[in-house]
């Protein structure tokens, strides 16, 4: 299984983007999808999270109403979709796939750097 994740780049307060994450298996073999980012000095934390069966969204308190988890099935794809973004936004970004019943696998993506200038 193979997570390629693109979108990233620079963009000024207030800006936009959107991250793609494409998968090499149907997004439906997963139990769940999702975004996490990591910035420097600190851990790794979920941005947000959907599970491929149910359509629920989880997302960080600190990213509520600002971005956008969604998923194209047609495309193995999913996406985040990042408004208003804030310097402290500014991490390397991971998509997720979970994947598994009694035994959960996790698969990670290789990260893509959003970077928010003031």
């Known amino acids: 299984v193979q997570l390629q994740a693109s979108g990233g780049g620079l963009v000024q307060a207030g800006g936009s983007l959107r991250l793609s994450c494409a998968a090499s298996?149907?997004?439906?073999?997963?139990?769940?999808m999702g975004w996490y980012r990591q910035a420097p000095g600190k851990q790794r934390e979920l941005v947000a999270t959907e599970s491929t069966r149910s359509g629920n969204t989880n997302y960080a308190n600190s990213v509520k109403g600002r971005f956008t988890i969604s998923r194209d099935n047609a495309k193995n794809t999913v996406y985040l979709q990042m408004n208003s973004l804030k310097p402290e936004d500014t991490a390397v970004y991971y998509c997720s796939a979970t994947a598994g019943s009694i035994y959960y696998t996790v698969y990670w993506g290789q990260g893509t750097l959003v970077t928010v200038s003031s």
């Open positions: 298996i149907s997004v439906s073999t997963f139990n769940a």
